[in-house]
């Protein structure tokens, strides 16, 4: 790549398609395009802003090697990819992208949902097998939706835009969250239950939407999935490390559970072969956001922030500050 001279916004991801070659920033500032996974992060002084994918790290590390930086404009809603603490440590301002990819998770998020109840992955096994013997009354018979519970597991923004999927298609929903939501009552009919364990145990399906944190981290262990209602669903669209893989592709094994549909892993790319072979198992990578019109947006928002806050004004969509 040809040495670029001046102020720099560095773009730690295949973004060109959504940027355009160039994109315009405040001060006549230069992109650096750094295509992830190939190497490390550059470490440089003239670097003022940090686009990078959920899937680039930006610790303690990361951000000595960019003592000029003022702003990282994560290209995703969660940014548990990012060391805060570090962040407010050096002064750098810290966005994501809500709002601009909700409809495209929820919709993903509801595509699972349907895939598992109706048992898609090994229907779509039978048929391309081309040993299909013909229509037959008990066929693969899947779980109807209509009247069973969902619970959604927080009822942040995507959480609510699944409850109001879920109940155009009769579902009765259920939310477990810090605080109650008026949007998921409202918007879904939710009702708030008071613990994961009365959640647990009245949803025929649960639907995944915290973020990770080291509180959410392994919240759907052994335990928790054991108590699950008999040949229940699991759903999970919001980050892997919420759920202990290992138990969960037991509880499929055993068909304890009745199936799960999976867009997120606890370490990406990998995606356990058990997981994969799992007929009950729908797995997807990491697709909650890939439609063309959330990725532009998701684009247009986190540039909006770097030249917001290059040009001294408020980030529009920081994350709250570790200390808060
Ligand atoms: C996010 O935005 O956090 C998603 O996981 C990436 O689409």
Known sequence: MAE?????????????????????????????????GSSPLPRRADVDALIPLVSQTVGELELTGLPGLRVVANYGVGYDNIDLAAAERAAVVVTNTPDVLTDATADLAMTLVLAAARRLREGLDLARSGEWGGWHPTQLLGIGLGGRVLGILGAGRIGTATGRRAAAFGMDVVYWSRSRSAAIEAEAGGRRVESLGDLLSMADVVSVHLPFTPATRHLLDAPALASMKPGAILVNTARGSVVE????????????????????????????????????????????????????????????????????????????????
């Open 4 to 36: 670029i001279s001046g102020r720099l916004v560095l773009v730690a991801g295949e973004l060109h398609d959504l940027s355009g070659p160039e994109p315009e920033w405040p001060g006549g500032r230069r992109t650096l395009f750094h295509p992830p």
């Open 245 to 324: 893989q290992s138990a969960l592709a037991a509880a499929l094994a055993s068909g304890r559970l009745a199936a799960a549909g999976l867009d997120v892993f606890e370490n990406e790319p990998e995606i356990p072969a058990v997981l994969r072979s799992l007929p009950n198992c729908v797995v997807l990578p990491h697709l909650g956001s890939a439609t063309r019109e959330a990725r532009q947006a998701m684009w247009d928002l986190a540039a909006a922030n770097v030249r917001a806050v290059l040009s001294g004004e408020s980030a529009l969509t920081p994350v709250p500050a570790a200390s808060d």
